[in-house]
């Protein structure tokens, strides 16, 4: 992928780039995954999230949000984190574009990009991200997919460094089931140089080329069978849904093949006594976790929430200029 920043404005590019052929988008810089960012560029955009003061990075342009799936944390926080930058959010559902039933998901992303400096989409099969990035001269970011939840990684790392100050020498302990959010969180933990543990049912972890391709981006899994070995001394302890979006008939055997995978206070009890506990959210208490733990004193959930906001813009901001060097335009 090409390292290059582009100093013109993406919304504002010549319709060559829009899909006419002769001028491939070489240049454009997507975020699919926590590993489309090196780990110095993961560092700017964390250091960009913590920007409180408004901006005009995305004056004058818009941000298309596409949601194939429900959301609450993802389009609010996207949305007001465009405002922030002085740009215009259009979210859309896929009832009002229809992808490869109205139109393809290249013919979208080039539409969408002939009016936003940014794409956003939520989608079930992480191909359809690929195939929007393949044909679209504007960034395209991924707000979760099957397969990854970067921008959710970015407000988890943040909850992190804002807890201990920085990442060196923690261990983030995941338990449950190996899905979207626990693979990119694996990434921004191993490239942050934390140590990444998960604990999953037989069947739900990580499988051998999965773990391969965390290993060569820079994650180094430590999988276990036992969640209380998994948590035993780390940091953060963090969990998410059984049943993810797109997974609802395999619900009734999901819950019976995580039942011994409740965070609990007792589990809990098995980190260090300064650990967290984190979730990206939606939680479905008496599942994936206790109603103590997630509502009790170890408990970061809401700045985690809180995070998304300045993670969005971090990365939007970033995606959009000004380059690294240049000062921040405020207003
Ligand atoms: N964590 C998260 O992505 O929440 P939403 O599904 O509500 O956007
Ligand atoms: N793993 C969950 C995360 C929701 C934010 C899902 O994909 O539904």
Not at 175 to 184: T, W
Not at 279 to 295: F, M, S
């Amino acid at each position: 992928m090409s390292l290059l920043r582009r100093r013109e404005r993406p919304g504002m590019l010549p319709s060559s780039a829009a899909g006419s052929g002769d001028d491939p988008p070489a240049a454009v810089r997507h975020v699919l995954d926590i590993d489309d960012l090196s780990v110095a560029e993961l560092v700017d955009v964390l250091n960009r999230a913590k920007a409180g003061h408004r901006m005009n990075a995305l004056e004058d342009r818009g941000v298309a949000l596409y949601f194939q799936k429900p959301s609450a944390r993802t389009r609010h926080s996207t949305e007001l984190a465009v405002v922030h930058l002085s740009g215009h959010p259009v979210a859309i559902t896929d009832h009002e574009v229809g992808i490869d039933t109205r139109e393809s998901a290249e013919d979208l992303a080039r539409t969408l990009a002939c009016y936003h400096a940014i794409i956003g989409a939520r989608v079930f099969d992480h191909r359809i991200l690929e195939r929007m990035a393949a044909a679209s001269p504007v960034p395209v970011v991924n707000l979760l997919s099957d397969r990854a939840h970067p921008l959710q990684a970015l407000a988890d790392l943040l909850t992190i460094r804002d807890e201990f100050g920085s990442f060196e020498g923690r261990t983030v302990a995941y338990v449950g089931d190996a899905n979207n959010v626990a693979s990119s969180l694996a990434l921004g933990v191993g490239r942050t140089g934390m140590a990444f543990r998960i604990a999953s049912p037989d069947g739900y972890g990580f499988d051998e080329d999965h773990l391969a391709r965390l290993r060569t981006a820079g994650a180094e899994v430590q999988s276990f069978d036992d969640p209380r070995e998994a948590v035993r001394g780390a940091d953060a302890v963090y969990t998410d849904v059984w049943v993810s979006m797109g997974q609802e008939d395999e619900a009734a055997q999901r819950r019976q093949d995580f039942a011994r995978f409740t965070v609990t206070p007792v589990l809990m009890d098995a980190a260090a006594p300064h650990a967290v506990f984190l979730h990206c959210l939606p939680a479905r208490r008496g599942e994936e976790v206790a109603e103590e733990v997630i509502d009790g004193p170890r408990s970061r959930v809401w700045p985690q929430a809180a995070n998304r906001f300045g993670a969005a813009k971090g990365l939007f901001w970033w995606l959009t200029g000004p380059a690294p060097g240049e000062a921040p335009r405020t207003r």
